[in-house]
């Protein structure tokens, strides 16, 4: 689906996209991130140990924003600007929904812009990452 700006209106919400990475993607991402941080792959971290589970990188969910708002623009236009905070933790093997909602549509510079709210949410729905992106739209 590729977003329409006519079509586009405030509140409109984004498809959601799931993830649920697994502790092999983790290893991965870090092999292609360079962020060999063992709270991300050893159990017996003693971080790990503490908290009872390694965690997903921060910067894997990041991403996983930036696909989401990509998906919705149906690789056609072009992010901005995207941004997040890491508010909490999200565990391997346990699934986070990431959801957008269009907060702004203006033009500006001859440029069509749209400001979405981004975040990513555990299975209890508590927001863990948090944000923002604006895209350009022809």
């Known amino acids: 689906m590729i977003a329409d700006w006519k079509k586009i209106a ?9 993830k649920t990475p697994t502790v092999t993607q983790l290893v991965k991402y870090a092999a ?7 709270l991300h792959h050893d159990y017996n971290f003693p971080q790990s140990e503490q908290i009872g589970s390694i965690i997903v990188h921060g910067r894997f969910k990041y991403a996983a924003l930036g696909e989401l708002v990509s998906n919705w623009l149906g690789h056609a236009w072009r ?13 391997p093997n346990q699934e986070f929904v990431c959801r957008g909602t269009v907060v702004k549509k203006w033009e500006e510079n001859g440029e069509k812009l749209v400001q979405i ?9 508590k927001k863990t990452t948090p944000g923002q ?3 350009v739209m022809r």
């Open 32 to 38: 292609g991130s360079g962020d060999f941080n063992p």
């Open 79 to 91: 992010v901005k600007k995207i941004s997040c905070q890491y508010r909490g933790m999200d565990m």
């Open 117 to 125: 709210d981004v975040w990513a949410e555990n299975a209890e729905g």
């Open 133 to 135: 992106a604006v895209v």
């Open 10 to 18: 405030e509140g409109d919400s984004l498809p959601e996209l799931r």
